[in-house]
């Protein structure tokens, strides 16, 4: 198997994701993975929120030659038990390498500098914090990241490529879902019997931290209930 040597430029990895975003736009799901992980071997990995498992199991069944896929997950501090129950259930039952990445302060020590519920306050500074700044930390020994973005979860989502160059990082980025709808995710989750968040199953389609996540309201899109009655619609770990 040949992978990416590690004396390719930035030049050189924009334009391997820019050409596999075209080569691979109709390729099913499975088949992008497995790209990436030909491709990258141990130089890439799978973020999950835990609102599903459907990247994580595709992600178990395009596993490396000589080990399993890295699945990465950000423990905020925030999170619903529920979330943390599918964090741990992934680790139990699917064939990948779950690695939990943590702030580098406590929410304890966070409210002690910055004053308590500072995610009412200024959320895009929590969102810093706890996710962005724990993810670029973690994928600082990976050349490339798959997501679970879908171009019918949002408008600033709509334009997702398969595979393209995530700028901020200087990585490649793969959502191998970009083209599913919610009801190929839940087509998939029925033939394969994948685990979900049991928030899903209660009214919350989108699932975040706790303290601004609520349940969406009928004809509501899937992001409404993050971040309610806030302009913010991302945390900023996708732009």
């Not at 050409?19 to 799901?29: H, I, M, P, T, Y």
């Not at 459907?54 to 080990?67: E, P, T």
């Not at 943390?84 to 500098?113: C, H, K, S, W, Y």
Request: charged share 30%; net charge negative; proline share 4%.
């Amino acid at each position: 198997m040949t992978t990416v040597q590690e004396d390719r430029t930035t030049d050189d990895l924009k334009a391997l994701a820019e050409q596999a975003g075209r080569d691979l736009e109709d390729a099913s799901a499975l088949e992008i993975l497995q790209w990436a992980v030909d491709t990258f071997g141990k130089g890439f990995c799978v973020t999950s929120s835990m609102e599903d498992a459907v990247v994580a199991h595709l992600a178990s069944r395009a596993r490396r030659s000589d080990g399993m896929v890295d699945v990465v997950f950000l423990d905020t501090g925030y999170h619903f038990p529920e979330t943390i129950g599918t964090r741990d259930a992934v680790e139990a039952v699917m064939d990948v390498n779950v690695i939990t990445l943590t702030p580098l302060q406590t929410v304890a020590e966070q409210d002690a500098e910055y004053g308590p519920k500072l995610h009412d306050r200024d959320p895009d500074l929590c969102c810093r914090l706890r996710k962005v700044l724990p993810l670029e930390r973690g994928l600082a020994n990976y050349t490339a990241w798959a997501t679970g973005l879908r171009r019918d979860e949002s408008e600033s989502r709509a334009n997702t490529p398969v595979v393209g160059w995530d700028e901020k990082r200087q990585k490649v980025k793969i959502s191998p879902i970009a083209r599913w709808t919610q009801d190929d995710v839940d087509a998939y989750v029925a033939e394969h019997g994948v685990l979900t968040n049991p928030l899903l199953m209660d009214g919350y389609a989108s699932i975040g931290c706790a303290p601004c996540t609520r349940r969406v309201l009928e004809g509501e899109d899937a992001r409404a209930g993050r971040w309610a009655g806030r302009a913010k619609t991302e945390c900023g770990l996708h732009g």
